[in-house]
């Protein structure tokens, strides 16, 4: 038997707990929730069979090329050497996932040395409402990207008295700076805690300085060097990533107060102001460099520089390490009124909130994302369009639906959600959205003629979205060649 | 034994001055790979450039003694921009033989091998290492790369600022001043910003020539307004520009690395209380002002751009890095970016416009006829022998206004007899129409306005169709264009 500490079994279990609870839903289903994961799919397979990531893609927008960087396909097919590829697409980012448990509990331990508490934060961190559901059943980048980022952030902390973590950051950063353009985050976090330093009269470390020059040089060449054409085609639309005009309201929706509640989350909400005040009020080194990833988060979000689901997920896990502070803050108050067992008191409201706020509705919220995964009819469907569609066909699915057409049904699709230098993107999408939801068969097949579309995927999300497409009964021009979900195939 | 302690110790010298000498070579070397690069990345016959064709056409005529008026601007006109770029690559075309093109190539290396030199001459009084570092910033810059590589008014009169700029520094002022007259043949603005620069250096550094300076400053701008009225040149300002036009990784045609201008704004927090520097960063950041509404001034500005960057660099490599390895990763991820900039700008070169096809279209147009076009377009059609409706030469223009407005009708009207008659009142025989037009430049949709005329309406015949060109033929009443 491991001679673990007591605290070290709590956390391994709650690791545990995080990790099984998530492997329930998402082997409740084949499919993925997220049409991106099928794109992930396909661009880790292409790794797999050629040994190269992909740069033309010949599927995608019925065939274009693709920039993205390929380090997280990378480290997938690193795993798919060892299990089976399809095991390592539902298991591998749920395993990444799960670790911010042990790093937010590492964190936490460093702003308060308190294990009780940072076990909480732990547990509060694993069932982060935002982060369960949109890493759940999906090969979201994000799985490992939120991790990492808070290790970097964990590593700052303890260089205050560990200089040897110096080689740790610089590693950590090479990988990070590589993986995603969201990391230009932490570079603008160090930046607010820069400030938040200066303006406590707070002399910053000068290996933290350096690092912080380090880190933002690194992200800022990285992201020049894989978004280059991107750069130069999109100039400072960018940052939107070519969206379509008309698909934008759905990615940059507001955020207000009760969304922040309900998918962050209650406690981390309450107790993590309530730990910024009193840390700034105590002027705590470890919440200045918590509050500046606070801060550059909300910044991005009131910009509109991230999506909400992303800039909410990194609110999310820093808003539950700086709630131990208020957390802390509230037993001691407790303790300083007449009521009785404190200990019970505190631990029976906290645990109950926990229960409560943050797994209740990560498991419900779970339960939902689960049902808006591909069924086997869809796979179903998308297998007659494989086997007996005709070899480089076009298919029309809805936006949502690109990939999965991609993947499963091996032919080109109209669109799918990687919008970056995707050739008229806003046209492409009024175009699928007008074939779908018009009324004029003469419209609709002079824009399948545009995009040279030989089958229509119908699925049921799609029906549900835009309601029944009526010149579908014509029989001369649309055949139906699988029952349910319907595919059709154009015939004028 | 002293002698030859003596005869080491001179030796070690010599080797070490030449050593210093070699490093200057290697940048030297590099900035000629650099300006030569440029024309074995663009695959296109056609040079890159668009007021560099302006400057094409004229120096063709000046050479053929054909230019007594513009007659190809705006339908024709009786101003010019500033010539004096246009008269030496006349005079020397003449002279030896070779065509203006090939002229300009030369002409313009010579130039940027030039002002390399001279920049580094300039900096005489510095740390060596820094000499070498901000020159090889300044080669890999991308206003660097297209100042000396692509046709344009402004790469002979930036040499002669630095030409001046150096025999100022140096005493020579009787030379100084015998170059400074080159100068109103470039135009009032250039003359002016120079001079101005040269006055505020003056009055900061060497206050006893400053009273001279300004002297010599208000003859040269009377000389230049003499110039601009006797010949008929008028000021040719800029285009306007937005922050992100300044950074050439963004793309825009010129422009700095973005990891210089990083630089820069660093050096601001390592130098904002050094007395020393403050003269090049407050010049630095009027230039960078007034330069979003006069772009060339960009070219100057890069001058100054790279010395502040060579500066902070110089902080960084000399500062005492309490961790060497991140220090030595942070000073090789600068040197990546600045070189990367420089590289991928280099690359680039075969997509600046013109094209080839844009000359194989614009032969389907007969010479002399009047074409309506973006005028962003304007030089390429009058270098190619037709007559612009508008072109980017704004300045001296009576009914430029009327233009503007007239332009906007006929794109944007679907109204046959009102397109029609605006057509006819500018003798518009052409209409040329490339890819931006269509997406975005002009029109966003495809029904759009002329666009939808030019399907429909009989009095349109289609001459050219390609995925980036559009050439239609306006029928008059009678039939005939």
């Known amino acids: 038997m491991l001679n673990l500490k007591r605290e070290t079994w709590i956390l391994i279990a709650i690791f545990f707990l995080v990790f099984i609870s998530r492997l329930f839903f998402i082997f409740q289903s084949p499919t993925f929730s997220d049409d991106s994961a099928y794109m992930t799919q396909r661009y880790t397979e292409n790794i797999v069979e050629t040994g190269e990531s992909l740069k033309y893609d010949p599927l995608s927008y019925g065939g274009r090329n693709v920039i993205y960087s390929p380090i997280f396909d990378y480290i997938l097919w690193f795993f798919g050497l060892f299990i089976p590829l399809s095991l390592v697409f539902k298991i591998i980012p749920q395993l990444f996932i799960s670790s911010l448990v042990i790093i937010v509990y590492l964190i936490a331990k460093e702003v308060k040395s308190n294990e009780v508490l940072a076990l909480i934060a732990a547990l509060l961190s694993g069932f982060i409402p935002i982060i369960f559901l949109e890493t759940l059943n999906s090969i979201s980048i994000y799985s490992l990207i939120i991790p990492l980022m808070f290790y970097l952030v964990y590593i700052m902390i303890k260089l205050e008295r560990d200089d040897t973590l110096i080689l740790h950051f610089v590693i950590f950063s090479f990988l990070l700076a590589a993986l995603h353009p969201s990391v230009f985050l932490l570079p603008l976090a160090l930046i607010f805690y820069f400030m938040f330093m200066v303006s406590e009269s707070f002399s910053v470390k000068t290996v933290k300085k350096e690092l912080m020059f380090f880190l933002m040089f690194l992200v800022l060449l990285f992201q020049f060097l894989i978004y280059k054409k991107a750069f130069l085609e999109h100039g400072w639309d960018i940052i939107w990533g070519n969206i379509p005009a008309g698909y934008i309201s759905s990615y940059f929706s507001k955020v207000t107060i009760l969304d922040m509640l309900y998918k962050v989350g209650v406690l981390p909400i309450v107790f993590g102001f309530v730990g910024i005040i009193t840390g700034f009020y105590r002027k705590k080194e470890n919440i200045f460099l918590l509050s500046g990833v606070i801060m550059s988060t909300l910044l991005l979000l009131w910009l509109r520089f991230i999506e909400p689901k992303i800039g909410l997920m990194f609110l999310g896990v820093a808003l539950t390490v700086v709630s131990i502070n208020g957390l802390d803050y509230f037993y001691n108050y407790l303790l300083k009124t007449k009521i009785k067992k404190v200990d019970k008191v505190f631990s029976f409201i906290l645990i109950s909130g926990i229960i409560i706020f943050s797994i209740i509705p990560s498991f419900m919220g779970a339960y939902s994302t689960m049902q808006t995964s591909q069924t086997e009819e869809d796979i179903s469907a998308m297998n007659w369009v494989r086997t007996d569609s005709s070899e480089g066909a076009v298919v029309l699915g809805d936006v949502d639906e690109g990939s999965f057409i991609s993947e499963y049904g091996n032919r080109k699709n109209v669109m799918d959600p990687n919008f970056l230098l995707a050739p008229d993107a806003s046209i492409r999408f009024d175009d699928i959205t007008t074939i779908y939801s018009t009324k004029s068969e003469t419209k609709a097949l002079d824009l399948m003629k545009k995009y040279d579309i030989k089958y229509m995927y119908v699925s049921d999300k799609t029906i549900e979205k835009y309601g029944e497409i009526q010149y579908l009964e014509d029989e001369k021009c649309f055949k139906r060649m699988h029952k349910q979900p319907a595919v059709y195939k154009i015939l004028c | ?481």
């Open chain 2, 1 to 481: 034994m002293k002698n030859a302690l003596n005869e080491c110790i001179s030796n070690q010298q010599f080797i070490r001055f030449y050593a210093k000498k070699g490093m200057f070579f290697l940048v030297l070397l590099l900035c000629i790979v650099v300006l030569i690069l440029p024309g074995f990345f663009r695959l296109q016959n056609s040079s890159a450039g668009d007021d560099g064709y302006y400057y094409f056409r004229i120096a063709n005529q000046l050479k053929d003694n054909t230019l007594a008026r513009d007659e190809f601007s705006f339908g024709g006109r009786n101003n010019f921009l500033p010539l004096g770029w246009a008269y030496i690559l006349a005079g020397t075309s003449y002279f030896s033989g070779l065509d203006v093109e090939s002229v300009s190539r030369i002409l313009l290396f010579l130039l940027g091998i030039g002002s390399l030199i001279l920049f580094y001459l300039i900096l005489e009084n510095y740390d060596h290492n820094f000499r070498l570092i901000t020159s090889s910033i300044l080669v890999l810059s991308p206003a660097f790369i297209y100042l000396f590589s692509i046709n344009n008014r402004f790469a002979f009169p930036v040499f002669l600022t630095l030409l001046i700029f150096y025999l100022s520094l140096n005493e020579r002022y009787l030379l100084a001043v015998l170059f400074s007259l080159l100068i109103p043949f470039f135009g009032f603005l250039n003359l002016l910003f120079v001079g101005l620069f040269f006055l505020s250096y003056f009055f900061y550094k060497k206050k006893r020539i400053f009273r001279k300076t300004l002297f010599i400053f208000f003859i040269l701008l009377l000389i230049s307004s003499f110039i601009n009225f006797y010949l008929n040149w008028v000021v040719g300002l800029g285009v306007e520009l937005s922050l992100l036009s300044f950074i050439s990784d963004f793309g825009p045609k010129y422009g700095f690395s973005f990891f210089t201008f990083l630089l820069v704004c660093f050096g601001l927090l390592f130098f904002w209380r050094k007395r020393d520097y403050a003269f090049f960063y407050i010049t630095g950041i009027i230039l960078f002002l007034i330069s979003f509404k006069i772009d060339w001034l960009i070219f100057y500005l890069n001058f100054i751009v790279c010395f502040l960057a060579g500066l902070s660099f110089l902080k960084l490599y000399n500062r005492k890095w309490e961790s060497s390895l991140v220090g030595k990763l942070t000073l090789w991820i600068l040197v990546c970016g600045i070189v990367f900039s420089g590289v991928s700008y280099l690359s680039q070169f075969d997509n600046f416009k013109p094209n080839d096809e844009l000359f194989i279209a614009l032969d389907e147009i007969p010479n002399g006829a009047v074409v309506l076009s973006h005028y962003s377009n304007g030089y390429w059609l009058e270098y190619s022998g037709k007559k612009t409706f508008m072109d980017p030469f704004f300045s001296g223009v009576s009914d430029l206004n009327e233009r503007k407005k007239d332009a906007n009708d006929i794109f944007y009207s679907k109204d046959i007899e009102k397109t029609k008659n605006l057509l006819d009142k500018y003798n518009i025989e052409y209409i040329f129409i490339d890819k931006d037009m269509r997406n975005g430049k002009v029109w966003t949709k495809s029904e759009e306005g002329l666009l939808f005329l030019l399907e429909v309406s009989p009095s349109f015949e289609s001459i050219y169709k390609s995925d980036n060109f559009m050439i239609w033929r306006y029928l008059k009443e009678n039939g005939t264009s």
